[in-house]
């Protein structure tokens, strides 16, 4: 049974103890039949920074939720303080001083600023407010723009600004042992040294901690002794130095097979660096964008215009409107000025229905699925503008057109699931996915709607380093197979310069500068702006792809994987 006491013990919070402040034996969790860990040993000792790496679907999540008491392990004992808190619910855990920062929405959209710092000094409530308030100006003395949005609710902050706000609320709740999941999702590399940097007071301040991250040179700048996970079972245990050293244990990824299946599929000569290259004609035409918010402007005067077969880098500070744009484009939200014109067609004041039935793709930073619906039965309803027969009179008699349509759908499906990789997950419900796993989910979905523009927001986002390294070539052949034109917000510099034909730099909602890879990241505007005045902060998420993978737009086959194509043909 798990212990649901409204009054919880005196928890002798100061009381000696020399043994870890946090130890797991054996530790098993399922979800349902599902079995995620298994027989989990690891051991935090107290003042320590670990990293907790792993790829994706290894059950680093899961164990976290199972030290917070947010899941009940099936066996195995967990100790924090060398007492048992192996069934203690959430409320108990927090008592103890284990707080918690969980992975890409860590606030509340609809509350303030202010009323999180209030929530986050919950458990002190009966304590001494100057305390608290010492600890809150601390925290906006380092994150000078949180002060601004102090009566705005968090909703409206951007990724970057929602992450400061979480970690702030973290620092306010004195923990004893700091649990963050994804720190560096989707953030800036400038907003990611900034987060760095309270991740280090918190330290200071006394606070053991526990990175969970993606990226390995995030978390071992950070970190002196590294845990690494692979499918529930924990591979790799020790200092960081030497699991830098594990090539084996840090390439072994999710997307492997994906990126075995690249080596015969870059059939065309390289780009050249320096030779232009001859885009067919404009298939997105973006003209005085603007989209306000009350008194703020989020998005000024924007312009930019993307070919067939040209992929667009959208790069910038969070909060530079990026994600607005895609919003304003896509139909999600009405411009206050400007012209979109997608295809020859103005759009302008068309709703994303419209816009999504004449080629207009999308994927969303939070993977927009359907958690109750199995892999492939998501990436089928992603079809749905191509099914040809959709009255209910064929269904209810199976005639030959509908028996037809859904042959169709069917092939296209396992088509799409040999191209992701996807085998191993097809009849497994989104919900049991890892973080990662459901991206890829996300970008076959976006896939199979055959579109002519696909916008893909922060498309490594969740993704493990090496996995990245392996989506770059991925999406190459994605827009070789399809054709489609891509417009990508990407935070990982290393894979949006590989992959861009050009970038388009922003910073507050207006565009600094347009141009091929080279000359935007060595511009002093952009670095200044979005890398914190450091270059070498491009290099946090990888390496670069090899320039053998960097295919001539203009050399690219087209060959379309959709049901609508294969009956054309």
């Known amino acids: 049974m798990r212990f649901r006491s409204k009054q919880v013990a005196q928890l ?11 130890s797991c034996r054996g530790v098993d969790v399922a979800y349902d039949k599902v079995q995620i860990l298994f027989g989990v040993d690891l051991d935090v000792e107290q003042g320590e920074i670990i990293a907790l790496l792993g790829t994706n679907g290894a059950g680093k999540s899961t164990l976290l939720k199972a030290v917070s008491g947010l899941v009940d392990p099936a066996a ?4 924090f303080g060398g007492v048992d808190i192996t069934h203690e619910d959430a409320v108990a855990t927090a008592k103890r ?36 308030a010492e600890r809150t100006e601390r925290v906006l003395e380092m994150f000078p723009r949180i002060r601004e949005r102090w009566d705005q609710m968090a909703g409206n902050l951007s990724g970057g600004e929602q992450q400061q706000l979480a970690l702030g609320m973290a620092f306010v709740a004195k923990p004893r042992l700091l649990i963050i999941d994804e720190l560096s999702l989707g953030l800036a590399p400038a907003i990611v040294g900034q987060l760095l940097e ?32 692979e499918k529930g079972e924990v591979r790799f245990s020790g200092p960081t130095e030497e699991l830098l050293g594990r090539d084996d244990i840090l390439r072994s990824v999710f997307l492997q097979g994906a990126s075995d299946g690249m080596s015969g599929t870059a059939t065309t000569s390289p780009r050249e660096k320096d030779a232009p290259v001859a885009f067919d004609q404009p298939v997105l035409e973006v003209s005085g964008l603007t989209r306000r918010f009350g ?21 910038g500070p969070n909060g530079a409107g990026k994600t607005t744009i895609f919003d304003l484009i896509s139909g999600h939200l009405p411009n206050d000025g400007g012209r979109i014109v997608l295809d020859g067609i103005d759009v302008t004041e068309w709703g994303a229905d419209r816009r999504a039935q004449i080629g207009l793709g999308r994927s969303f930073q939070d993977a927009r699925i359907f958690p109750s619906l199995t892999v492939a039965e998501n990436i089928a309803l992603g079809l749905e503008r191509h099914i040809d027969v959709t009255d209910h009179v064929s269904a209810l008699f199976a005639t030959p057109a509908m028996r037809e349509s859904e042959a ?13 990789g996807l085998q191993a997950y097809r009849d497994k419900f989104v919900s049991e996915l890892s973080t990662g796993s459901r991206r890829i989910v996300d970008l076959a979905m976006s896939i199979a709607h055959d579109p002519l523009v696909l916008l893909l927001d922060e498309p490594s986002s969740g993704i493990a380093q090496r996995e990245t390294e392996a989506l770059g070539p991925l999406l190459l052949r994605i827009r070789q197979e399809t054709g489609c034109a891509m417009l990508i917000i990407e935070h990982d510099m290393p894979l949006i310069t590989s992959l861009s034909d050009e970038i388009v730099a922003l910073e507050l909602g207006q565009v ?15 670095i200044t702006s979005y890398l914190g005045g450091d270059i070498t902060t491009i290099e946090r998420s990888g390496a670069p792809l090899p320039p053998k993978q960097r295919v001539s737009a203009a050399a690219r086959p087209k060959k379309t994987v959709t049901a609508r194509t294969r009956k054309e043909s």
């Open 12 to 22: 002798a919070l100061d009381a000696p103890y020399d043994g870890p402040l946090l």
């Open 76 to 79: 195995g004992q967990i100790h």
């Open 97 to 132: 001083g284990v707080v918690q920062v969980p992975g890409g929405k860590a606030v509340f959209p609809t509350l303030t600023v202010a009323e999180h710092f209030k929530a986050g000094a919950w458990l002190f409530a009966h304590e001494d407010p100057k305390d608290i």
């Open 198 to 229: 309270i991740v280090r007071e918190i330290h200071r301040d006394g606070a053991t901690i526990i990175l969970v991250e993606q990226s390995v040179n995030v978390a071992l700048t950070i970190a002196t002794r590294a845990y690494f996970m």
């Open 295 to 315: 008194g703020i402007t989020a998005v000024k005067d924007v312009a930019f215009t993307l070919h067939r077969n040209q992929i667009l880098g959208l790069i």
């Open 408 to 420: 169709d759908v069917a092939y296209t499906v396992e088509d799409l699931i040999e191209l992701m």
């Open 512 to 526: 600094v500068l347009q141009g091929p890879a080279d000359v935007v990241m060595s511009d002093p505007r952009v």
